[in-house]
Every structure is written in C-alpha cells, then in structure tokens.
C-alpha cells in the first residue's frame, strides 16, 4: 500500500536551504553538559525535547520582569503578563495555521487536551453503541480517555490495524466506516514506528461516513509543517515540550462552532462571566475551558518556541529531520544488519527509529548507551497495544529534533557495536 508522503497540511520532505544544525545546536545550553565525563548525544527527543536560549530567556524574562497573574492585575506589570500570554495565543494560531486565534486552546499538554474532547464534547455526544474509531498504534494518551468514555457510555471502540511495516491497513478503516462511528482519533506521526499517517485522506472518508476528527499532533507539530485548515480536521491537540517549550504548555484547536457547544471541562475562576451562588454564565470561548491560574511562564515559553521554529521554517525542519531519518536507517541497516528495524520506510516517517539487538534487553542496551553519554529510550513508549501487536514486550527508540546531527547517529552506531561486542553477537 502507498501511502503519500506529500500530504496537504503536512508539507514535503524539501524546502530551501538546508538547516545547519551544528549552529542550531550551539542555542541549546545543554549541549555543553557533559554526561560521564562525554558530551551529551540526545536521542531521545520524541520523549520530550531540549530547549533552546530563546524559550529560557523568555520564561527568565516573565519571572525578572513581569511576574503576575493573567486576565486580573490593571497594574502595568499584571498588563504586560496578560499581553504576552495572549500574543503566544496569537503565535500558536499562526504555527499551526489556525483561522481563528479563539480557537486556540491552552491545555498543559496533549493529554490534557485529549481528555478535554473526551470529557466534554464526547459525555454530550457519545451513546449506547455508538462508535469511535482508533488506531493500533496509538499513544496511550489517545486510547484510555476513549475507553473511559465508552465504558460509561456503554459505547464501543475500534481499531485501524496496522501492517507488518507500519502503515495502517486504510481497507479495514473503510470497513470500520460503515459503522458510522462519531469520532475518528489518530495520530498524525506515531512516536514509536515514525509512520506519518495520511490525515487528510483519512479525515475525508471519516466526514464522508459523517464522522469529526481528532488528530493528535503530538508528534507531528515539532516535525513537519502543519495547518489545521488544510489537514481538514476536527480537533487537533498538541504538547508544548517535545516543541522546545517547556512542560505545562499545550493546546487543543478546534472549530469555533465545535467549542461553543461544548460545555466547560474544568470550572472555576477564568472559565466564568458571571457567578451568583446557584448558578453561573461561561467566559467566552477559549477562556471557557482555561480553569484557574494558567502557568504563564509556560506558555511565554510556548509562544518563543513555536516563534523559533516559524523562524527556522517547518519545511526546513522536515528535511532536516528526513534527511537524518534515511541516514539513520541506511547507517544502521550496513554498519549492524543483526539488528531489527521497526516502521516504514525514511520517506513516510518522521525523526524516529525502533529497533532492537538480538538477544538484549532494552534496558541494557539503554544502560551501556548512557555510559558513552548517550540518550535513547527503552521501553514501550506509552504504545503497549502496538508493542502487543508487534508482539514484543519493549523497543529501544532513537529520535532526532532540529538540533541532531549525523555525527548523532555515528555515535549511536559506535555504542550500539559495543553492546554487540559485550553481549556476543
Ligand atoms: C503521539 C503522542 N500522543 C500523545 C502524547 C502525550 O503527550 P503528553 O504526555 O505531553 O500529554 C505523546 C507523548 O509521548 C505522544 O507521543
């Protein structure tokens, strides 16, 4: 099965001049640490991402210089405050394309904006036996909000099967259409094969069937180029730290109408325009869904990352990322051919590797790595439904951001003969 890798909304592996990511790197302080006495060799990006000076300076520079509650203080620091944290509103509707800046909503991760959907707009439209559709490879942050939902709905879930390299089988997900289930919800890159999944053929045949969209982004955002318009989507949910902001930073977009009928998730201060002590009026959309004191600096650092990457250009990133993925995989496969790969080829995939070594654990092959300074994950990555499927317990997973290098991988592939050597081939 082809899957087209030049996807609307997703934006081709190839855009003007190459990124150089050693003078990337230098804007990322943690890259002079050093790690066992070795200078840090991060690949484990997908898990959460490095950060570079720009997004500290801006988290720094909202605590030195104005330090205050948003939407509250008529002083000029408590002004300054409300004024940036909107402006990241207004960057984040312009990162991912979005037509209206109200329908950016600020969550603390992708999670929480998953959650969100699930609790507010899927208790008021999912019932008895109605269906939402899933994939197998998704994190688990898009699968148990959704099972706790038709739990209690008494609902039903089903499940896109993916193929042995990786892509999920569109032929059943046409058949699961014709159960007209209300929601789809997939990832748009999976953070452990690295499939980039084509979301806007999927979202048509799920509105054709008369069904919305989630997508989750999670790990899209921070890869590829997106645009909310073009990928014809639903909802669409993303974290801020695996972009290079801080944890505690996220959103969910979705359809102006979509929101106004959702009721609120969280209720408190914020989310209310009028409060008597029996009843009370909601804050217009999107503050209606933003409970509490935000974390401000957070979300500063949200804004100045995604400001970073709009200026680094997606298009760049992508072929940067597309560029280290075929190396990746090239290198591995001639340098180490015991090993098995994991995913679709480098063309429909995003920054990330899977792979195990013959006869070793996970684990060990993630503790002898660390010695050389270098980080990869062991596991199963939040994804234990995929790993079943796959029919393994764990994976070790190598993943890139704009900051990795090639000179990443050959360091990758020198560890990874030494765990060959220490354990036997
Ligand atoms: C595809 C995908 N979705 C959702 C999440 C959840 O992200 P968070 O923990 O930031 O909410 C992750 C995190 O790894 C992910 O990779």
């Not at 800046?101 to 998953?114: C, L, S």
């Not at 999976?190 to 997508?215: C, F, Q, W, Y």
Request: net charge negative.
């Amino acid at each position: 099965m082809a899957i087209a890798t030049e996807q609307p909304g997703v934006g081709a592996p190839h855009g003007g001049t190459p990124l150089d990511p050693h003078a990337i790197r230098a804007e990322f302080p943690i890259f002079r640490t050093t790690v066992h006495g070795r200078p840090l060799i991060y690949l484990d990006s997908a898990s959460t991402s490095q950060k570079p000076q720009a997004v500290l300076d801006a988290v720094n520079g909202y605590y030195r210089e104005y330090n205050a509650n948003v939407h509250r203080g008529i002083y000029e620091i408590g002004e300054r405050a409300t004024e940036a944290y909107e402006a990241v509103r207004a960057s984040i509707a312009r990162f991912i394309n979005a037509p209206d800046v109200h329908e950016v909503v600020f969550t603390r991760n992708a999670t929480e904006a998953i959650n969100l959907v699930a609790y507010t707009w899927g208790r008021r439209t999912i019932g008895q036996s109605d269906a939402i559709v899933l994939t197998e490879m998704e994190h688990h942050a898009n699968l148990v909000p959704w099972q706790l939902l038709v739990q209690e709905k008494d609902g039903d879930l089903e499940f896109i099967p993916i193929t042995d390299e990786g892509r999920l089988r569109l032929d059943v997900y046409d058949v699961l259409l014709r159960l007209r289930p209300r929601l789809v919800a997939f990832t748009q890159v999976s953070n452990t094969l690295g499939t980039i999944n084509p979301v806007r053929e999927m979202v048509d045949r799920a509105h054709a069937a008369g069904a919305l969209v989630l997508i989750d982004g999670a790990q899209a955002v921070p890869h590829v180029p997106v645009d909310v318009q073009a990928l014809g989507a639903d909802f669409y949910v993303f974290s801020g730290h695996k972009m290079l902001a801080p944890p505690g930073s996220g959103a969910l977009w979705a359809r102006r109408e979509l929101l106004e009928a959702m009721p609120p998730f969280m209720a408190g201060g914020e989310m209310i325009r009028e409060v008597h002590l029996r009843r009370s009026e909601w804050n217009a959309i999107p503050w209606k869904f933003e409970a509490g004191t935000p974390d401000a600096a957070a979300a500063i650092g949200f804004g100045a990352a995604a400001e970073y990457l709009m200026a680094l250009g997606m298009d760049r990133v992508r072929a940067h990322e597309h560029d280290l993925i075929a190396y990746a995989l090239d290198t591995l496969r001639a340098e180490l051919p015991q090993l098995t790969l994991y995913g679709p080829p480098a063309a429909e995939r995003g920054g990330v590797v899977s792979f195990n070594v013959p006869n070793v654990h996970p684990h060990d092959v993630a503790q002898i790595l660390d010695r050389f300074g270098i980080a990869i994950r062991a596991g199963h990555h939040c994804t234990m439904p995929l790993h079943e499927r796959l029919d393994l317990a764990a994976t070790c997973r190598a993943s890139f951001n704009v900051y990795s290098t090639r000179d990443d991988i050959d360091a990758l592939v020198d560890g990874l003969r030494e765990v060959v050597r220490i354990f036997g081939d």
